[in-house]
């Protein structure tokens, strides 16, 4: 027996909050992990169609970016340096400068807030405020932008809004794509609100999108939208912030998800897989003249996590000097598709839509419980996978990027288990 053995999860619900919540899907004491599985304390291992919320599109103690890390930890790397000039740090710059944006030819100014999802969101929105004076913001409906009071505010989930225990203020949910089921055309209701002036909305200093929402249920928004979105914001000289905290870095198949659409956002939120290690980091991309920052205005103890410049660094050297992970994400997203398509056709009573964008995909059931009750056999048959949605109606499917062809069929056959399961009673 090994002294993991005996560790159970009697310890979690003595002392810790009960504010834990993916714990209570899945009740096991994960131990170790690699690449595409975690192995418990018991040795029993699972599949992961969850990556971390995303954090983990490489996998598990992906063995390059390891390697690196240790290097530079053996040779007393600088670990904590707040924003101090360190040599991980311009590594990372220049991996960033060279690989990412340069070939795609964006201009982008480098933020690094606090190191998470939530502190990018923050600083757009303040940043934004700022360059335009104007304090309204506009969100859309079943957006999600993180915890914290001001992602909060352009967050749509109630219950999560619920938790700030104050009022949320000065952001004006609009439709997002599909909202109507195409029954209104798009923006119909946010250009009538921008050009009347009895309509109460003061005009936004930005408007923040997901291109893919993926907490909201994963919901795509279509490439015409989002182009007639950016429009809109030059028209109307507001501010267009991106939030690719989850659908960036790969994710949907480019770099960035917003590349499909051909548009270049003011402001870009990035956090999640950057580091590619599961170190967190977070960034904020911001068009050089919007780059008005008083020294110090934003800042945060942790905006100088080496070890995560050092893994992301590899990360982008090891994946992102070629096509190679996008061409490929975006054939495990049609094969997942395909895999999603065929369980929706087969239970064409059940009302069960497939959606998604290469590596974020969703299997939505009409019946919202089941989701949750397809997740919950999936865990017993050795997969974890979660869901998503306003009702958690979705089944939501985020496996590594680097996941093999088989280790995908695995799993996909295991959702379709499950889903039988639950509405086969299988
Ligand atoms: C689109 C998006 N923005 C922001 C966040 C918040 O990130 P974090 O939890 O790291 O604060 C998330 C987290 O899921 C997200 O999906």
Not at 217 to 246: F, S, T, Y
Not at 282 to 307: C, K, S, Y
Request: charged share 20%; hydrophobic share 40%; with cysteine.
């Amino acid at each position: 027996m090994n002294a993991t053995s005996t560790i159970t999860p009697a310890v979690f619900h003595e002392l810790e909050s009960e504010v834990r919540s993916y714990c209570r899907s899945w009740p096991v004491v994960f131990d170790t992990a690699r690449g595409s599985h975690l192995t418990d304390v018991d040795g029993d291992t699972y599949l992961d169609f969850f990556a971390g919320a995303g954090v983990l599109n490489y996998g598990h103690n992906n063995p390059i970016l390891k390697k690196a890390l240790l290097d530079y930890l053996s040779r007393d790397g600088i670990t904590h340096s707040l924003d101090m000039h360190t040599a991980a740090k311009a590594r990372f710059l220049r991996a960033f400068q060279d690989l990412v944006l340069s070939p795609r030819g964006l201009r982008y100014k480098v933020q690094f807030p606090g190191p998470t999802g939530t502190n990018a969101v923050e600083s757009a929105l303040k940043l934004a405020r700022k360059v335009t004076g104007r304090e309204a913001m506009v969100n859309f409906t079943n957006s999600f932008h993180g915890m914290t009071l001001g992602s909060l505010s352009v967050t749509g989930n109630s219950m999560k809004r619920n938790g700030a225990g104050m009022p949320l203020v000065h952001a004006t949910p609009m439709p997002f794509d599909n909202y109507f089921d195409q029954t209104i055309p798009d923006f119909l209701w946010f250009e009538r609100a921008l050009a009347d002036n009895g309509s109460s909305l003061n005009k936004p200093a930005a408007v923040i999108v997901e291109t893919v929402q993926g907490e909201g249920g994963v919901n795509p928004a279509r490439v015409e939208w989002l182009q007639a979105l950016a429009e809109l914001c030059k028209r109307h000289e507001i501010l267009l912030i991106v939030d690719d905290v989850q659908m960036g870095v790969g994710r949907t198949g480019p770099f960035f998800s917003f590349e499909i659409a051909g548009i270049e956002p003011d402001i870009v939120c990035m956090s999640k897989s950057l580091s590619g290690y599961g170190l967190p980091l977070a960034m904020v991309l911001i068009r050089p003249e919007l780059d008005q920052w008083a020294p110090g205005e934003h800042n945060g103890t942790f905006r100088g996590h080496n070890p995560a410049f050092v893994t992301g660094t590899a990360a982008l050297e090891q994946f992102w000097s070629d096509d190679a992970l996008e061409r490929s994400t975006l054939a495990k997203g049609e094969r997942v598709e395909e895999s999603l398509t065929r369980i929706a056709d087969k239970y064409s009573d059940a009302g069960l839509t497939p959606k998604g964008r290469g590596l974020a995909r969703g299997l939505q059931f009409e019946q919202a419980e089941l989701a949750a009750q397809a997740c919950d056999q999936a865990f017993r048959r050795g997969l974890l996978v979660e869901t998503a949605g306003p009702s958690d109606e979705v089944l939501k499917l985020l496996p590594p990027l680097t996941i093999s062809d088989d280790e995908l069929d695995e799993g996909l056959a295991i959702i379709t288990e499950s889903v039988a399961a639950v509405l086969e009673g299988a």
